[in-house]
């Protein structure tokens, strides 16, 4: 997100429906930490997705988009160590991770860019986080 504001706002109604939807976790699909990552993270996107949004990109003023543009941050993978074990796997599987969690791209958005099929995504998707949850668990 570019507004602090805003991420603080997210987060919080993130954090809503985490509690909310408790009851969907399931122990046997993963652990709680991701579960609530993923939560979270589809939550922003569908923010981000969102006609509400979309308004306000188009009337924000230009000294306002400059600003946010100047205090954009992006997820450093560094931060928790995930770059060590990132590099570690094949490259298709690596971009595909990186473009999904990093950069925010959709599975068809990242087959479109690639031009490879949308289940080659999902697979390669699939495999790398098989591959990232042994090292985790």
């Not at 976790?25 to 979270?40: H, I, P, Q, R, S």
């Amino acid at each position: 997100m570019r507004s602090e504001a805003l991420a603080h706002d997210l987060l919080q109604e993130a954090f809503i429906k985490i509690w909310r939807y408790r009851g969907n976790f399931d122990l046997e699909k993963g652990a709680l930490y991701t579960w609530m990552l993923n939560v979270t993270r589809n939550h922003c996107i569908d923010y981000l997705r969102s006609k509400k949004h979309k308004n306000s990109q188009q009337n924000r003023e230009m000294d306002n988009h400059v600003h946010a543009l100047k205090s954009h941050r992006t997820f450093d993978p560094q931060h928790i160590g995930l770059n060590e074990l990132i590099e570690k796997l094949p490259e298709e599987q690596r971009l595909v991770i990186e473009y999904a969690y990093f950069q925010g791209y959709t599975q068809k958005e990242i087959a479109e860019e690639f031009d490879i099929p949308l289940g080659t995504v999902k697979s390669r998707a699939k495999a790398a986080l098989r591959k990232l949850k042994k090292v985790f668990n």
